[in-house]
């Protein structure tokens, strides 16, 4: 079935050092895309969303890109600080279709090395 | 401003038996939906109840059932439990759409 992926499991960086986390998803029909970040024992933290509408949006130290082309989704996070260090899930849906549930991706893991 | 809450925070239960899971809602907030997360994998959609309806449902079986009340908390029931179902229990709450669901610290259950 279709589902979001992410690339990798794991993402190490320096502290103070741009991170990267990427989410590949292959339902064309999903319009609306979330970042969520869980920290261990933790239910997810909404960090910023995305509608299909739009291919860039920022929020304070994080930036979610959208390629609709290519289905990719990435969410940028600047400076990176020790407090950033959680696993980090895309999540998807179609809002038109009274499909209401969210597909999450398995959670890349942010590491960051002091 | 309370935000999503659950209870209980654990819980360990035997193969066969049932349980009853509770959620209250952010503040403001009329839409709770369920996820079950398994270890090291992403929140997996059970449900989504509205004006005390279930408005939508995953891929889960029946032994899955929920309830909305008129105060919008809501409570996951799982009958003949399994070994599969130890997770940890996601209540997400929204306002009427499923934009910027907020989710509550979770239930972790585990059946033995």
């Known amino acids: 079935g279709e589902s979001v992926g992410l690339h990798l499991p794991t993402l190490s960086v320096q502290e103070g050092d741009n991170s990267i986390i990427n989410c590949a998803y292959s339902?064309?029909?999903?319009?609306?895309f979330i970042w969520y970040k869980q920290e261990s024992g933790k239910g997810p933290q909404f960090i910023i969303d995305?509608?299909?509408?739009?291919d860039k949006r920022q929020g304070q130290r994080v930036t979610v890109l959208l390629n609709k082309t290519v289905k990719h989704l990435s969410l940028q996070i600047a400076a990176t600080q020790p407090g950033d260090s959680a696993v980090y899930f895309c999540?998807?849906?179609?809002?038109?279709?009274?499909?209401?549930?969210?597909?999450f991706g398995k959670g890349t893991h942010l590491i960051i090395q002091p | 401003d309370a935000g999503v809450t659950q209870s209980p925070t654990h819980l360990i239960k035997t193969r066969g038996q049932q349980v009853t899971l509770r959620c209250s809602p952010k503040s403001g907030h009329d839409t709770v939906s369920w996820y079950q997360q398994a270890l090291g994998q992403g929140p997996q959609f059970i449900f989504q109840?509205?004006?005390?309806?279930?408005?939508q449902r995953g891929n889960f079986p029946d032994r899955f059932s929920g309830h909305q009340f008129p105060n919008y908390s809501s409570e996951l029931n799982v009958n003949a439990l399994l070994l599969g179902d130890s997770a940890l229990y996601l209540c997400a709450s929204s306002l009427e759409v499923i934009y910027e669901q907020y989710f509550g610290p979770g239930t972790r259950l585990t059946v033995t």
């Open positions: 339902n064309s029909a999903s319009d609306y």
């Open positions: 999540a998807e849906t179609y809002s038109g279709g009274g499909a209401d549930g969210l597909t």
């Open positions: 995305i509608r299909s509408n739009m």
């Open positions: 109840y509205y004006e005390e309806e279930e408005r």
